[in-house]
């Protein structure tokens, strides 16, 4: 059973077109994430969602923009891709701070964008 | 906000010999979340250990066990018995257990393992 989940793993397009990444989780939590990973591997956190609520935005182009349909799911839409957005993207899931396994941070396989 | 600083961009360690990886952290609060995470070249990150800083006794998970210094604001992962799976990069994480939902990262470690 797959607790955090993306679709595409992998996407290659040309530069100018608009692309999305779906995450699902099925972890019950209640905040969703989307971090970026670099070729330096560094993770950038980009977005957060709190049961549907945006609640973390870094400073990301406005080409980038999250949605929150439920608090199961987070998707990431991206306008006119840059050759900059290359990267690996991750979704990720956490509950709050009370409970079993509070706290702790859950992370889907990954969605490896290439640029053209 | 909060810093996480891994200062080893790289280790390395011979097969079945221990490792210890260097995290330290910045924070004023007393209450939190320690975490490190594993990167293989698959790039799935993989929880490996939490530690809750109330907790004064070091977590353990198998070969995984952690040093954790709550006055030096020090979090350092031990790989016992190392093994050619283990080659990965490693992450350090930090949360706060009061408020907001925000992860900090730090650089992370590449770690090789020598057969």
């Known amino acids: 059973d797959t607790a955090v989940s993306q679709t595409p793993k992998y996407l290659v397009t040309q530069m100018g077109n608009d692309k999305s990444i779906k995450c699902e989780q099925n972890?019950?939590?209640?905040?969703m994430y989307w971090y970026k990973q670099d070729s330096k591997k560094f993770l950038k956190i980009m977005f957060s969602y709190n049961n549907k609520e945006l609640i973390i935005n870094e400073t990301v182009p406005n080409r980038f923009s999250p949605k929150s349909p439920d608090k199961a799911h987070l998707n990431l839409h991206i306008n006119s891709l840059e050759l900059g957005d290359s990267a690996v993207y991750f979704c990720?899931?956490?509950?709050?701070?009370?409970?079993?396994?509070?706290?702790?941070?859950?992370f889907g396989p990954g969605t490896r964008l290439l640029v053209l | 906000a909060q810093t996480v600083t891994q200062s080893q961009p790289e280790m390395s360690v011979q097969e079945a010999e221990t490792v210890t990886l260097s995290c330290t952290y910045d924070?004023?609060?007393?209450?939190?979340?320690l975490f490190w995470y594993k990167q293989p070249p698959s790039r799935q990150m993989i929880l490996v250990i939490r530690?809750?800083?109330?907790?004064?006794q070091n977590a353990t998970e198998n070969r995984f066990s952690v040093n954790f210094q709550k006055a030096a604001k020090s979090f350092s992962l031990k790989i016992s018995d190392s093994q050619l799976g283990d080659a990965a990069m490693y992450f350090c994480a930090y949360r706060s257990a009061n408020t907001g939902n925000q992860f900090y990262f730090g650089t992370g470690t590449s770690l090789t393992v020598i057969p």
């Open positions: 990720a899931s956490s509950q709050g701070l009370r409970g079993v396994g509070r706290g702790t941070q859950y």
């Open positions: 924070t004023s609060e007393s209450d939190y979340y």
């Open positions: 972890l019950g939590h209640d905040t």
């Open positions: 530690q809750e800083a109330y907790k004064q």
